[in-house]
């Protein structure tokens, strides 16, 4: 089933087309990478999902029903515009956020001291939330996300601010919490936390999806036939390559005694490729480049 | 619970709990009792009783040894000039003043009194200059009704004092009326709503901004829809104000009935001038008399509810607009384009109090108390003086009803796109989009 369905959804504001009609699914238990550049109509997209705003047409389904405003107590969303109230205290602030999805006084007590013992976070209880570093607060901020176990979460620019310790913590949970069963979709500009992370991703640029699927199937499918061999050797070796097969560059490496070959074929698959040409150097490594989503998302982008 | 009830619970509390709502709930009342209870305490201080020397060249005195608790002390004119019994006043301490009055060679009061110097040693008080004013001014009087053969006892017996009592007409008979007092009140109630309605809606914009800044809205509005946070909001602050005004009431009945009980109120005006200008007392007890009388006259409980009704449906109907103004900016100071039509109404209206007040069934006036936006204002100026018809009334009150149901669906319209706004400065052509916005 698809947590997360949509139906030529579009929206349009006063100068410009925010979003053109959208079909899009999150199937269930997946990570799913929502990708494109500044104002391609991502934040849009994630506001009409959590109801903030309706769409001009079109309509989202919920794990197979219409979405309506009961479903905000199973949808946990981190938008990309977070605070806190500068003035409350850590923990009543959290409570609050708690009560507001629904969880009861002791319920919430019971989960947020769960969290706050597991970060180390006890005594920050009592302070107030604007004595929080940027880092703490965001901490704050995922777990009154995930405190009402959603069955989706929603994370606009989840890393952001966060230091590569911090960052680490926070992709751990998300992977346990889907684990445990809960969908993600996760909008970000890192394109390696998408490929260490997601399972499915779409692309939007200008309120159009470009492209999606999930990511080994859009990684296979921009598969553009480069090579590239590595050898023993301390100048480059003039190669004889079979037909269909050509030469991009073949340089010395920056590491003495090695250089490497940058070899283009769509015709011939690797085995094909290195059988023909393993015997005529010392060989270190043969592998074929399959593009990075950083380089799908440019190429797609720049289209 | 109904998140509705969570957000206003918060905003009551935290502000409930802020510091400065606890100085100034205690504080206020306490400046206002001490503002109506320090005059009369200081008024009611004895005086140092005051000893005089005088020198009485024209006898207009003679035989005034006291006035008040102050005491004369006669000099025989023909031994003392004006010089040297300055120069005696100077000598004996005991002594706290002069006061010199010069010969006449045709007995003339007018020209004595023209020419009497009161020297003293400090201070001598205004109340003593004024008592040695009346008295003179008395005697001086008495003096020339006899220079022209008219016997003053004659004129003290027919002089007579009047104070007409003002009746007003009422289905059930005839009732003491007090303009002054239903000026008052009804000037005081406005007043206050006037300051309430922007004070607290001052506070509902404040808090829609500081929600936009901390960037904490979007993250509200994921759990709850954007017209339940506005109402939370404006309930839960609406509730800070009618604590503050119960702990205004309790305060200041507390104080008036503790002031009332060590008689600091009300006991002033007969015990400041014992033995002084008689006429004058009789005349202002009579006048509390009738204030006290008037007082009771007015349905107070019956004003209070209507008090609390205008100025609750004010409140609502102006917080909502605050409101709206509030999400449009991304901070306070770019709220002035908004603030001058949201406040001005109410301006013109507490400046057009006094020619509703002579006129309080008026059309002005019966106009002003219709419109919502003017209505909290012009309908407490109205009803201490009467005869506001039931219908009016009630048509005022529903139209008040429908004016802040009105304002805030429309505040909600504009609220709901504004709080997601940020940067670009809006101008009044954005929020008649945003009003428009599917």
Known sequence: MNAIQSFGIDKQYENHVALHPLDLSVPEGSVFGLLGPNGAGKTTLLRIINQIISPDNGSVSFYGQKIDSSDSRHIGYLPEERGLYKKMKVGEQSMYLAQLKGLSRNEARKRLHWWFKKWGLETWWDKKVEELSKGMAQKIQFITTVLHEPKLLIFDEPFSGLDPVNAALIRDEMLRIRKEGATIVLSTHRMESVEELCSHIALLNHGEKILDGTVNEIRESHRNGNFRLSYRSNEPITLSLPNQVEMSQNLRDFNKGICIAEIQSMKLNSSEIISALAPQVDTIRFEEIIPSMNDIFIKSVEK | MNPFIIIALREFTSRVKNKTFILMSIIGPLAIGALLVIPALFSNLDEDPKKLLVVDNSYLLLGTEKISKHSFQYLNPEEFDEESAISAVREKEIYDGLLFLPPSENGDPDFILRNTRLYSKGDIGIDLTRDIERRLGKLATEEKLKINGVDPSLVKNSTTIVNIK???????????????????????????????????????MRGVIEEKTSRIVEVMITSVKPTQLLLGKIIGIAGVGLLQFLILIAFSTIIYSVAGSIGLLGSDISEVTPGGAIMENTESQTVLNEVIESFKTFNIPKLIGFFVFYWLGGYLLYGALFAAAGSAVDAEADTQQFMIPLTVPLLITLMLATPMMQEPNGTLAVWLSLIPFSSPLAMMIRLPFG????????????LLIIGFLGTTWISAKIYRVGILTYGKKASYKD???WLRRK
């Open chain 2, 166 to 204: 003002n009746l007003n007409l009422t289905e059930k008979g005839s009732e003491a009326s007090s303009l002054p007092l239903k000026m008052a009140i009804g000037f005081g109630a406005s007043f206050f709503i006037y300051m309430f309605t922007f004070f607290y809606s001052a506070q509902i």
């Open chain 2, 431 to 433: 929020l008649y989009k």
């Open chain 2, 387 to 398: 005869g506001v018809q039931t219908y009016e009334i009630a048509l005022s009150m529903i």
